[in-house]
């Protein structure tokens, strides 16, 4: 081959190989993850209209509806008032997404991103629907499987990235910053029941249907350790365990789920009285798998002495936050964690050492 045409070879061979870069550069500046590559640019003008989301996938679906108050709730479950922190972290995600890179816009190949429609048997997706206070739709996005390594420090720290699909359009793509989201009702509702420390607890009292009673007390909020009233000769109390989780039943108390109280004229499976030396009265009513919770006011501890210099967690007014429990907790019955309920109404048989 002559110099000549080595050299023409050579400089068209250059131009080609620029001008790929120049298109590989300007695709990966398009794909890049910046502020203008939001997945909904003009979102932050829209949040305060959306007044209900839906989160459904192939086997259930999930409302929350904003009141005119602006407290969000589930209908299915008679208004009871969602987590609101969840709420937010979800519309604020609509809002902050970014995307990281485009994937395919080929229906049959929506299932390796878990993208497949929602009404098909095999699908992963979850479709999540903003509606705005009009009745239309502001926004409505499928969900599909998560990558594990968001950016740290970007949009998506702390969450996943996701594989999304905008509903009624071909393009998929791969964004950070929308945290995980569940259709399940439990994962939706705001599952914080009661917090009374066992620092404060003086008494506890388990009436059982059978007739048995089981109490626990102590005489002041220092003393470490609970007397069980009436125990049986020979027998030792668990040193963990047992005792130790009747008494702190009340403390960060979650539960499963809930329903609008049914009032019932049949005695309850057990009725557990928690006693606190600042004067609040708690009662858990169980009825097979449900509890019901009453709060009250007893001022005569404190009139026998002021147990509240070495209560640091007791409520300046003991009347107003038993009012206050009684408003939040007094609808509702509650379906509590297996655990919690066999520590909340134990036997006396549960809290004992076998025998020897």
Same mark, same amino acid.
């Given at each position: 081959?002559?110099?000549?045409?080595?050299?023409?070879f050579?400089?068209?061979?250059?131009? %080609?190989?620029?001008?790929a870069?120049?298109?590989?550069?300007?695709?990966?500046?398009?794909y %890049?993850?910046?502020?203008?590559?939001?997945?909904? @640019?003009?979102?932050?003008?829209?949040?305060?209209?959306?007044?209900?989301?839906?989160?459904?996938?192939?086997?259930?679906?999930?409302?929350?509806?904003?009141?005119?108050?602006?407290?969000?709730?589930?209908?299915e479950?008679?208004?009871?008032? *969602?987590?609101?922190?969840? $709420?937010?972290?979800l519309?604020?995600?609509?809002?902050?997404?970014?995307?990281?890179?485009?994937?395919t816009?080929?229906?049959?190949?929506?299932?390796?991103?878990?993208?497949?429609?929602?009404?098909?048997?095999?699908?992963?997706?979850?479709?999540?629907?903003?509606?705005?206070?009009?009745?239309?739709? $502001?926004?409505?996005l499928?969900?599909?499987?998560? $990558?594990?390594g968001a950016?740290?420090?970007?949009?998506?720290?702390?969450?996943d990235?996701?594989?999304?699909?905008?509903?009624g359009?071909?393009?998929?793509?791969?964004?950070d910053? +929308? @945290? @995980?989201?569940?259709?399940?009702? *439990?994962s939706?509702?705001?599952?914080? +029941?009661?917090?009374?420390?066992?620092?404060?607890?003086?008494?506890?009292?388990v009436?059982?249907?059978?007739?048995e009673?089981?109490?626990a007390?102590?005489?002041?909020?220092?003393?470490?350790?609970?007397?069980?009233?009436?125990?049986?000769?020979?027998?030792v109390?668990?040193?963990?365990?047992?005792?130790?989780?009747?008494?702190?039943?009340?403390?960060?108390?979650?539960?499963?789920?809930?329903?609008?109280?049914?009032?019932?004229?049949?005695?309850?499976?057990?009725?557990?009285?928690?006693?606190?030396?600042?004067? =609040?009265v708690?009662?858990?009513?169980?009825?097979?798998?449900?509890?019901?919770f009453? %709060?009250?006011?007893?001022?005569?501890?404190?009139?026998?002495?002021?147990m509240?210099?070495?209560?640091?967690?007791?409520p300046?007014?003991?009347?107003?936050?038993?009012?206050?429990?009684?408003a939040?907790?007094?609808?509702?019955?509650?379906? =509590?964690?297996d655990?919690k309920l066999?520590?909340?109404?134990?036997?006396?048989?549960?809290l004992?050492?076998?025998?020897?």
């Amino acid at each position: 081959m002559k110099s000549k045409t080595i050299i023409v070879f050579a400089t068209i061979t250059g131009i %080609a190989v620029a001008a790929a870069a120049v298109v590989l550069w300007r695709d990966h500046r398009a794909y %890049a993850p910046t502020a203008e590559m939001a997945v909904y @640019p003009d979102m932050g003008q829209k949040l305060e209209t959306v007044s209900s989301i839906t989160v459904a996938d192939k086997d259930t679906t999930i409302v929350l509806k904003k009141s005119d108050q602006g407290l969000w709730t589930l209908p299915e479950k008679s208004d009871y008032p *969602a987590n609101t922190a969840q $709420v937010r972290r979800l519309l604020l995600a609509f809002d902050r997404m970014t995307i990281v890179e485009p994937k395919t816009e080929k229906p049959e190949l929506y299932g390796r991103l878990g993208l497949t429609d929602i009404t098909l048997p095999d699908s992963r997706a979850r479709l999540i629907t903003l509606g705005g206070s009009d009745g239309a739709t $502001v926004a409505a996005l499928l969900v599909g499987d998560t $990558v594990r390594g968001a950016v740290p420090g970007g949009a998506g720290a702390g969450t996943d990235r996701a594989y999304i699909r905008k509903q009624g359009e071909a393009a998929t793509w791969l964004v950070d910053g +929308l @945290p @995980p989201v569940a259709a399940t009702t *439990a994962s939706w509702l705001d599952d914080k +029941l009661l917090n009374v420390e066992k620092e404060r607890i003086a008494s506890v009292t388990v009436h059982h249907q059978s007739g048995e009673r089981l109490e626990a007390t102590r005489d002041t909020p220092d003393q470490a350790t609970f007397q069980i009233a009436d125990l049986p000769k020979g027998r030792v109390v668990k040193t963990y365990g047992g005792l130790d989780n009747m008494t702190a039943t009340l403390a960060y108390l979650t539960f499963d789920d809930v329903r609008a109280a049914v009032p019932s004229d049949q005695p309850p499976t057990a009725a557990t009285i928690y006693k606190t030396f600042d004067g =609040l009265v708690v009662t858990a009513t169980v009825r097979e798998e449900w509890v019901h919770f009453t %709060a009250t006011f007893d001022p005569a501890p404190l009139a026998a002495g002021d147990m509240t210099k070495i209560l640091p967690k007791a409520p300046a007014d003991g009347k107003a936050e038993a009012a206050a429990i009684q408003a939040r907790l007094g609808g509702w019955d509650y379906k =509590l964690p297996d655990f919690k309920l066999k520590d909340l109404m134990p036997v006396l048989d549960d809290l004992l050492e076998p025998k020897p």
